[in-house]
């Protein structure tokens, strides 16, 4: 019954046959194995982005940090939210890659930012000056790291803002199957279409051992993106185990069909989660993740009964008789019995 994280899971019996089925005989390194190529070609294919400029690399950190040094200089300003990985869990990677940009927090509820409160921050911190530094970037995570997903329409009105201003603008996609299975809508229609430059795609979360593409609507821009990624150390040379996984991935819908389960894992976990009593749901899903607040009695149950989960935010912690905030995260390999049973032991 771990809930602790879709990092926890293991990976798809599809994908690990794929990467067997890689394993056989000697191919050209450094992507141009044909693996590589196919799954490039499949992602400009799903994107409806022939021209779009595709990488892997192994770590959602590595897809963001190089993305946005894409976008912003040394002394540029990347807007994000307050909560946004880059800003919370990335130990400095979006500064150090970009040599000293400035991450700018946007305040915002349930992980998302407005138009409105982007503009007001641009407006406050935004001076575009020698003193105040260059206003460069604007990064979005979709899903948001409460769950939450932004609509293409919220994204098209964001990414108008930034635009405006002279800002490029990144998508941090690690959970991007998730918002796009909730959504139900293209992958254009969520990215390039309203407004996104640089997409990083994250694979590792949903069923892959470890594969992240960054998808650059810039063609034109593509071989600055190589050369960071080879100075970064992030460029693999037997890299047909990244094609192999994402092809894998890709095929048949694969990746849609996992978030899609995972998605509804989390529905269900909250249903029940919000019968029982003294339990409240924080936000609402839209993904595959559920934060409520809890007992304590329900914790200290919860904790010996072996569920997995985090106290959120990290920075709480659980006091006796104090009611507790968690956050649960269901994956591709949630099983619609590991929720009966947390909600049966809980109940």
Known sequence: MNFASDNAGGVHPRIMAALAAANEGHVPSYGQDSVTLAAQDRLRELFDAPDAAVHFVTTGTAANALALSMLSPGWGKIFCHPDAHVQTSETGAPEFFTAGAKLVPVPGTGG??????????????????????ENAALTLTNATEWGTVYSPAEVEALTAVAHAKGLGVHMDGARFANALAALDVSPADLTWRAGVDILSLGGTKNGCIAVEAVLIFDPARSEEF????????????????????????????????????????????ALGLARLPGVSIDQRVESNAVFATIPAELHDRARASGIAYHLWPHT????????????????????PEDVSAALQVLA
């Open 112 to 133: 998302k930012m407005t138009p409105e409160s982007l503009s007001e921050t641009l407006h406050v911190h935004g001076r575009d000056a020698v003193h105040a530094g």
């Open 226 to 269: 190589e050369f960071r990624r080879k100075r970064a150390g992030a460029l693999i040379s037997k890299h047909r185990y990244l094609g192999a996984q994402m092809l894998a991935w890709l095929e048949g819908d694969l990746w849609l069909d996992l978030a899609r389960h995972a998605n509804a894992m989390a529905s269900e976990l």
């Open 316 to 335: 709480q912690s659980a006091l006796a008789d104090e009611p507790v905030s968690i956050r649960l995260v269901c994956g591709w390999d949630t099983r």
